[in-house]
């Protein structure tokens, strides 16, 4: 196999409206394109629905998070308190009533943090650099849908993307 | 968005009106930059002369140790709150006019905390030792006290930050991208770092969307725990007009009623500066100022229920000194305050004057005013008149705290005036969202 043909490029079609891209998108998805994306400069929900996409897993990392931060919330009172026996006001030593503060604070704090993490992570950022044939005008006001394929599929693809609305298509190797 | 932003808008207008808000100042920029450097220089070395001479230079002294800057620390959290209510409360309510607003409502929430986080390092006379505030391992013996409201406070105010800043680069990092993608050079270099790489694919605005969504939802209940714990650093101690149980609602209330004003204070000159008139419209000003009515109105109650308890609680105390309030040394703040709080937002219930963008100006300039009063008047007389007459002592600020906070101010007004230059004061891809889609604008 030579190298040119194991190279993948990325073919991408620009629309002027969400309608041409959704049904371009059914068509590339309909034809078994392979891998396919859309590149908008707003989020696009109807996407999700024509790619079938599962819902996002960040919900796991806030649900992580929130728990964790509430074990370090009571773990920190709860470990201090016994670290330092120190009666006040004759309190009890462990008073779960005031310790419950920073539980709450610390659950939405790690929450908070867990959340992003599981943003990046899942939507592969950061990254150092744009992808390789990404065009400035998808943030915009041009709609993209890429398909990842093989040198010799271009050509189909170019057409097809054409035929289905993009008013202009680039192909880049990645 | 098309109503309130007008037809006449686009996704390319957009970026071509607001992408230009962040091309290199002009001269009075500079200037105003100078004006605040040299307030923030001479604050700086008020607090230096406080540090250099002690605590005793201000006019801090028992009875009354906590005064100008707490009170300053509680009104800058409290401006703080109205970004955490726009951004993330009335996204949850899916509010469509907060689009436009709220990443300077989100400015004006971290910058008011950073601001409100050097107060209790001023007022700690000897602030290089403020690590002893956080809970760590060490071999002093520091006692760990989280049954004190002081320590959470700390927790609650650095938390608050986090979350805040955390959700405000967040919601920045799309718009940060169509920067990137509109510069050149170093410029293009600069936003491109901040956005981390973001080209706006289906898999990104997936697990971005879904992200914002529970930040938005964890960030909600921080605008009502935040100043609730910032108002137990009073209510739990026993000191006459502090030991309350109205002090959480009266004091998130509040919160958000000085946060609105300045909020408003801050848009009102930029929309003009940055020419935002299609983006932050009449209508956002007024639906702010319908929301200062309804805070208004809330902290009228909060101000009368504390003077009923008092008087019908049967604590002598109590009576004492919230009599002393309305009538005694104080009294012209307190009655300043209650005008400028609950009276004068009532004006907005004047159509002409919510929809008069010079009189939202000025009555956000009075609500600021007042709410300062507002944390002045409880922390001052209380504590000047507490339980034992032979203690009973005026305070007075002198010339160290009136340095500080015009120092304080200015610095607020500095960060917000490079954020503003810097970066996108408007938020482009939610406003973009509110608009029909390219190619089908008449559609």
Same mark, same amino acid.
């Given at each position: 196999m030579s190298k040119a043909v194991e190279a993948r490029h990325s073919v991408i079609g620009f629309y002027a409206d969400v309608d041409s891209l959704i049904a371009a998108l059914k068509a590339a998805r309909a034809a078994h394109c392979g891998e396919v994306h859309t590149i908008s400069p707003v989020p696009l929900p109807e996407v999700d629905e024509v790619l079938g996409a599962k819902r996002s897993p960040v919900r796991r990392f806030t649900l992580a998070g929130g728990l964790f931060g509430l074990a370090v919330g009571w773990g920190l009172t709860i470990g201090s308190a016994e670290h330092y026996p120190l009666i006040v006001g004759g309190k009890p030593l462990i008073s779960l009533t005031p310790f419950a503060v920073i539980a709450y604070i610390c659950t939405i704090l790690f929450g908070a943090l867990f959340t992003v993490a599981g943003m990046l992570i899942n939507a592969r950022l950061p990254r150092i650099q744009v992808g390789r044939g990404y065009d400035p005008r998808l943030t915009g006001n041009r709609f993209g849908l890429q398909v990842i394929c093989s040198q010799t599929e271009i050509e189909t693809i170019k057409h097809r993307l054409l035929e289905s609305g993009a008013d202009e298509v680039k192909y880049v190797e990645v | 968005m098309s109503t309130e932003a007008g037809p006449q808008l686009n996704y390319k207008q957009v970026d071509l009106d607001l992408v230009p808000t962040m091309r290199p100042a002009r001269k009075p920029y500079y200037v105003t930059l100078a004006c605040l450097l040299a307030v923030i220089a001479w604050g700086g070395y008020a607090w230096s002369w406080q540090l250099r001479h002690g605590l005793g230079v201000a006019g801090i002294s028992w009875p009354v140790g906590w005064a100008v800057y707490i009170t300053l620390f509680v009104f800058w959290v409290g401006i703080a709150h109205s970004g955490t209510l726009i951004s993330a409360v009335l996204f949850l309510f899916r509010v469509r006019w907060r689009s436009s607003i709220y990443r300077s409502a989100e400015a004006v929430t971290v910058f008011a905390v950073l601001t409100a986080g050097l107060f209790p390092l001023i007022h700690? &006379?000897? !602030?290089? /030792?403020?690590?002893?505030?956080m809970p760590y391992p060490q071999m002093g013996g520091l006692f760990p006290n989280f049954r004190s409201p002081l320590v959470w406070d700390v927790f609650a105010v650095s938390t608050y930050l986090t979350v805040s800043a955390i959700f405000f680069f967040t919601g920045m990092v799309p718009d940060l991208a169509i920067v990137r993608d509109r510069s050149r050079g170093w410029r293009e270099k600069f936003y491109g770092f901040f956005a981390q790489g973001w080209q706006g694919t289906d898999r990104q605005w997936r697990h971005y969307t879904a992200a914002y969504v529970f930040l938005a939802g964890l960030a909600t209940p921080l605008v009502i725990s935040v100043h609730s714990i910032v108002s137990w650093d009073f209510a739990m101690s026993i000191v006459p007009g502090w030991h309350t149980t109205i002090f959480p609602p009266y004091f998130v209330a509040g919160a958000i009623h000085s946060g609105l004003a300045m909020v408003m204070t801050i848009v009102i000159p930029m929309r003009r500066l940055f020419r935002l008139h299609p983006y932050i419209t009449r209508e956002h000003l007024a639906n702010m100022a319908k929301l200062m009515i309804l805070t208004g109105m809330l902290l009228g109650f909060s101000y009368a229920t504390e003077f009923f308890i008092a008087w019908y609680s049967g604590n002598i105390y109590e009576r004492s000194i919230f009599f002393y309030r309305a009538f005694g040394h104080y009294a012209w703040a307190l009655w300043l305050l209650v005008a400028a709080? /609950? &009276?004068? !937002?009532?004006?907005?219930?004047?159509p002409r004057v919510r929809k008069s963008v010079p009189w939202l100006f000025t009555l956000s300039l009075f609500v600021n005013v007042g709410m300062f009063f507002e944390r002045f008047v409880i922390i001052v007389t209380s504590l000047s008149r507490d339980y034992d007459p032979f203690s009973w002592h005026l305070y007075a600020p002198r010339w160290p705290e009136i340095s500080i906070l015009a120092g304080s101010f200015a610095w607020f007004f500095l960060l917000f005036l490079l954020f503003a230059k810097i970066f996108p004061v408007v938020s482009m891809w939610e406003v973009k969202e509110l608009l029909p889609v390219p190619g089908k604008e008449h559609a």
């Open positions: - | 700690l &006379g000897r !602030p290089w /030792v403020a690590y002893w505030l709080n /609950v &009276g004068s !937002p009532l004006l907005f219930f004047i």
